[in-house]
């Protein structure tokens, strides 16, 4: 029996969507930073997807999707009354979340949503939650009304100035940094080169920076080696080490390599697959 899918929302018509699943034994122990292994179907890959949220008393757990190969478009050809086949977690050790202070957390694509849940976790303690987030325009920004409940400050960026200050969300993160000498740690979830960024603007400031590494997994649990990066130099394991490291210690470089390993395979099984839904 697989995991029902209790609500699906479209948040960016065919990229990304929400689902809430049915899931009380994961939701009892998800804690922010936690993520899932999902399959889809029992030939398929499997795939992690960071928890956006988590409800223990209602038993269920929220994901959030951008669409980019076969797998993602299987999950999103799923619908609401539906089941996914497995879901495996939480997985992955939970976000170090102190009372310290002011904390920033900056999102950017889907990465907003897991996000999410570590801002919620920071608010919950007691921090000073500002929360930053960015898009390439407005109407691909994501859980804005979520952070808005419980952040102390929200600070949003749009590429082309559609929405909130125009430019990078490292422009923002900079200016905030100039100002305020009391921020005692960033939180950087999203694309890699957003990460990396982030990374060197808190170098300029010398703060602390957490990041959130996606590299390629393939079983979630430590055994097969694929999600290995490298952290001061020594190689760890995302899945079993993380998915949180210090920012200032990760190799992006070698990590951008890696996630690129497979790009011409990933495209022809996306295309194959677009091609039989076509011909369905």
Request: glycine letters at 12%.
């Amino acid at each position: 029996m697989g995991t029902p899918i209790l609500e699906k929302i479209s948040l960016i018509p065919g990229k990304t969507s929400k689902m809430v699943l049915d899931a009380p034994e994961i939701a009892a122990k998800a804690k922010p930073g936690h993520f899932v292994m999902l399959r889809m179907d029992a030939a398929g890959e499997r795939i992690p997807l960071t928890i956006a949220d988590a409800d223990p008393e209602k038993g269920q757990i929220t994901i959030v999707y951008l669409v980019l190969g076969k797998s993602t478009a299987l999950l999103e050809a799923l619908n609401q009354g539906d089941e996914i086949l497995d879901v495996c977690g939480p997985l992955g050790r939970p976000t170090k979340i102190e009372k310290t202070g002011t904390v920033i957390c900056v999102g950017g694509g889907t990465g907003i949503a897991a996000m999410h849940h570590i801002a919620k976790g920071h608010s919950r303690i007691g921090n000073h939650v500002v929360g930053l987030i960015g898009a390439r325009s407005k109407d691909l920004l994501l859980f804005e009304d979520e952070l808005r409940s419980f952040a102390n400050e929200l600070l949003i960026s749009t590429d082309d100035g559609s929405y909130g200050e125009k430019g990078l969300v490292t422009k923002l993160l900079k200016d905030r940094l100039e100002k305020d000498k009391n921020v005692t740690e960033v939180v950087a979830v999203g694309p890699v080169p957003m990460m990396e960024a982030v990374t060197a603007v808190c170098k300029e400031f010398n703060t602390p920076v957490t990041v959130s590494l996606n590299p390629i997994m393939v079983d979630g649990i430590g055994m097969c080696g694929a999600c290995r990066v490298s952290v001061d130099g020594k190689t760890k394991f995302a899945c079993v080490d993380g998915p949180e490291f210090d920012g200032h210690k990760v190799d992006f470089a070698e990590l951008r390599r890696r996630l690129g390993a497979f790009k011409k395979q990933e495209k022809t099984s996306y295309d194959k697959y677009l091609e039989g839904v076509s011909h369905g």
